[in-house]
Every structure is written in C-alpha cells, then in structure tokens.
C-alpha cells in the first residue's frame, strides 16, 4: 500500500511598518534589549491599546495578494496563556472573525498549476523573546527581551492541501516572493520575521479522511521545515505499516539530532479561552479605502513571470530565475528596454551577472554594473565591435571597474580586428603554418576550417571577428584549391 502526504501551514510573517501594532514604539530588530517598549507593549495596568493603520493596510495588501475575500467587519480576540516572554498573560489575536478569508496562492508543479488554498489570515501581535544563558551575556540566567512584544504579525493558515514536500517548498517561496514583491515583510528567517508552523499527517492512497495530524513547531528555514517534514512522513508511515496509530499530538524538531520530539500530547493541549477583546472596537474596513489600497498593488511575481515569457519571448525557467525579485525583474526589464533581445539579455544576467553577484554576495541593488552598462556591452556585440569571448572579459572589467562598455574596450583595447587587409596577412600567415589542415580541408573535411578559424583567433588573442575570419579563410582556400 502507498500512503500519501497530507500537509497544512501556518506562517508566521512580522509586518515591516516602522511601528508596533497597538503602540508607537519601533519594530527595529537588535535594538538593545527592552529598549523599544513602552507601558502598552509591557501591559502594565490601566494602559490602552490602539490600532495601528499602517498595520492594517499591509496586512490588506499581503491578503488581497493570496486572493483573499476581505471582511468588511472583523474583530480581535484574547488567546490566553501563561509564558513569561507575553507580559499581558494573553496575545490580542483574531480568532471567530479574522480579517481575510477563502484564498489561494497558485503554485506550478512540473508545468502544471496547482492552487493552495488559504483558510485565513488574521492579524495578531508577536511576543517578546527569553534569552538564556550565554545569549543574555550572564552566563547563568534566562531573561526577556520585550522589543518584539507587540510587532504586528499576520497568519496565513493553509488548509491541508500540500501533498508533496516540491509543493511545500513551492509554496513556501512564492509565498516569500508575493511578500517581498508587496514589500510589506522583509522575511529574514534568521531574524525570525517568517516562521513556519506544519501539520502533517499520512493516509493509505485514495482515501479522503485525513489521518491523525502532528503539529511542528520551530522550524526557522525552509531547509528544516522540508527536513523536519520528511523525518516525521517516515515515522507516520513506518507506525501505520505497523497498524498502530499516530498519536496526534506537538512536536519540536530537533535540528541537532535531525529528529522530532514530542512537546506535548492533545490532552496537555492548552486551553487559549478566546473572548472578544474588549478593550478594541471591531475592525471595519471603508470599502472606498480597499479600493485605494487594491488599486496601488504592484503586480506580483506569477502576473509578472507569465508577462516576461510573453512579452520578450522567453523561456518559463529564465522567466522564473528573473522574477525571483522585484529589484532583478527590473534590472532585466530596464536592460531589455536599451537592448531589445530577451532571450540575449536573460543569458547575461542569468549566468554572467548572478554568478558574479553570488561570487561576491551582493544583492542586485549593489551591482556596481548598471542595466546600461549591460546594453551598451550587448550592442558593440551585435555591431562586432567586441566578440563574445571578449565580451566576457569586457563584463568582469565592468564589474569590477563600474565602468561603461564602450570605455573598458577602449582602455583595454579590445575593440575586434575588422580591418580586412591587416585580418589577410593573419590569415595568409595560418595557412602557411598548417598545411595538414590546409589539405585535410581540400580534400573534403570541410571541418578543418574551425581548426584554423581558431588559430586566427588564438593569434589575435580573440580580437579576430570570427565571421570575418571564416570569409577570408574560404576566399583563400578557395583560390588555393583551384589553382
Ligand atoms: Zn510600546
Ligand atoms: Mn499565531
């Protein structure tokens, strides 16, 4: 019997506005501990929380991005709970009424489109952070840093519609892409402002009710959600080969020993006791307002990737690679723009430019070479000023250098030998030193001329344009075989 992989996410994104949710201090990460706090974020009594905006249109944004149907009237509730980095003894979160609801995200699975569907995604605030030992710089106590406590957050739920861990990973990173493009979450899972929270349970092939489901919490990269996914998809399956069951319960994944452990079983589940929250009034959203904010959304990453394969006519894997990031689509857009070829334009970037950006660790907006710099390389190509080979060296100098084109091959003197008499005696020059080839040629190994093409070029150090060359050498060799 085959049995099949049944997972659902809940993702965890902090919200990039410069401040808290329901107080004015800043979100700013490694700030010194408790410094960005203030009585709101540190509940301390009698105080009030208020409603950020700004917290409220990003949140908007990235929902209307998943496809969402938004909520003209929602509302905030209290989970409540003990733990000593919450200062309130409750989190304010939405739970009978979140904000967005009933979307989807597509992703593509081997050229096929596959639709993930959204359960919902509500609004909340993050906790602030225990530190222990080492991390508090006094090797023996645990403390509390507060300045995440009140960082708004949304959650996106998934419903249980993941069946491979490719689909995971697709969905995980085009997630990433939409809330980047949106520039609403600068997702730096190191930071801890994306975080991944699993179910996962396995039934035998073709049956529709799902199985027992564990929770997995604590994964803090893709690698370790699609590791701590593949870890656990074998115990399930292992126990239900085995006709035992799969306790439902929540587990940790334990990166240092490469296995999940259990953190607590349904019985030790906590209670959260939600009620309204009463110290904010329902969230109502003017209906003119998301017009507004609908109307200023950038297009997204998919729109973009279908748009880019059409409109400059290349293939679905550059289109994908290129659209990763808004900063590259627009540095290949802009360069597509002053050299008009897609598919040469998308060589370049894809293999030359992000090779080097990778070599360097450089972001795209620190490329020291410009998408007219690109353009201006590409056109002294298309007009053999420059041959390909050269061109390669042209595109490290201009890395490097920052320079344009034009003055690199100027400098350097790499402009191509176009000049016919003095390409003659270079030529004349090959012949007379190969006459094997000379020979394997006339007698009908019509090959042997690429052997001689490179020698021309070898001689010019790659100077020599090579159409050229082939004319003058057949010329040549033409003469010579009728006399
Ligand atoms: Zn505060
Ligand atoms: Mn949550």
Redo the contacts with the bound molecule.
């Keep these: 019997m085959n049995y099949q992989l049944v997972v659902g996410l809940e993702v965890h994104a902090e919200l990039s506005t410069g401040s ?1 949710v329901f ?3 800043p979100t700013r990460f490694g700030g010194e501990p408790n410094s ?3 009585p ?3 509940g301390l009594p009698g105080v009030l929380p208020v409603l950020n905006k700004k917290v409220v249109e990003y949140a908007i944004r990235a929902a209307l991005a998943m496809n969402c149907e938004i909520s003209r009237h929602s509302r905030f509730d209290r989970k409540n709970y003990y733990y000593p980095d919450l200062p309130k003894n409750y989190q304010i979160s939405q739970n009978y009424l979140p904000f967005a609801y009933n979307g989807h995200l597509n992703i593509s699975i081997k050229g096929a489109v596959k639709r993930i569907d959204i359960d919902n995604i509500h609004l909340e605030e993050d906790a602030g952070k225990n530190l222990h030992g080492e991390d508090t710089g006094l090797a023996e106590d645990s403390l509390v840093d507060f300045n995440r406590a ?1 960082v708004p957050l949304i959650e996106i739920v998934t419903r249980p519609d993941m069946h491979s861990l490719e689909e995971v990973e697709k969905f995980m990173t085009n997630l990433r892409d939409v809330l980047l493009y949106l520039g609403i979450c600068d997702c730096r899972m190191e930071e801890g402002s994306l975080r991944f929270e699993a179910n996962i349970s396995m039934r035998p092939e073709g049956e529709s009710r799902l199985g027992n489901r564990v929770e997995m919490k604590n994964l803090n990269s893709f690698k370790m959600v699609l590791k701590a996914l593949e870890y656990e998809m074998g115990r399930q399956e292992n126990l239900l080969r085995e006709g035992k069951t799969v306790q439902p319960e929540t587990m940790l994944w334990d990166e240092a020993k490469g296995m999940t452990s259990a953190m607590r079983g349904k019985e030790e589940a906590p209670d959260y006791r939600y009620f309204p929250e009463p110290d904010l009034v329902p969230l109502v959203i003017d209906p003119e307002w998301l017009k507004e904010i609908k109307e200023s959304l950038p297009e997204l990453p998919q729109a973009r990737e279908m748009r880019l394969m059409k409109e400059y006519g290349i293939p679905e894997y550059d289109s994908a690679v290129l659209t990763a990031n808004r900063p590259l689509a627009d540095f290949y857009e802009e360069t597509v723009r002053l050299f008009p070829n897609g598919k040469m334009v998308s060589n370049w970037v894809m293999v030359e430019l992000l090779g080097r950006l990778k070599e360097r660790n450089l972001k795209i907006e620190d490329s020291p070479l410009r998408p007219s710099h690109l353009a201006e390389m590409l056109t002294l190509i298309k007009d053999g000023l420059i041959s390909g080979k050269i061109a390669k060296d042209v595109f490290t100098e201009m890395f490097t250098s920052g320079k344009g084109a034009r003055i690199v091959v100027e400098e350097k003197g790499w402009a191509q030998i176009s000049d016919e008499s003095q390409m003659k005696e270079i030529v004349e020059e090959v012949i007379r030193e190969n006459p094997k080839s000379v020979e394997d040629f006339q007698g009908g190994k019509k090959k042997a001329i690429t052997f001689l093409v490179g020698q021309v070029m070898k001689e010019t150090r790659g100077k020599a344009n090579p159409q050229l060359v082939n004319k003058l050498l057949r010329e040549k060799l033409q003469i010579k075989s009728k006399m």
Excluded: A, N
Aim: hydrophobic content about 20%.
């Design positions: 808290k107080c004015g201090c960005q706090t203030c709101v974020c540190l009140g």
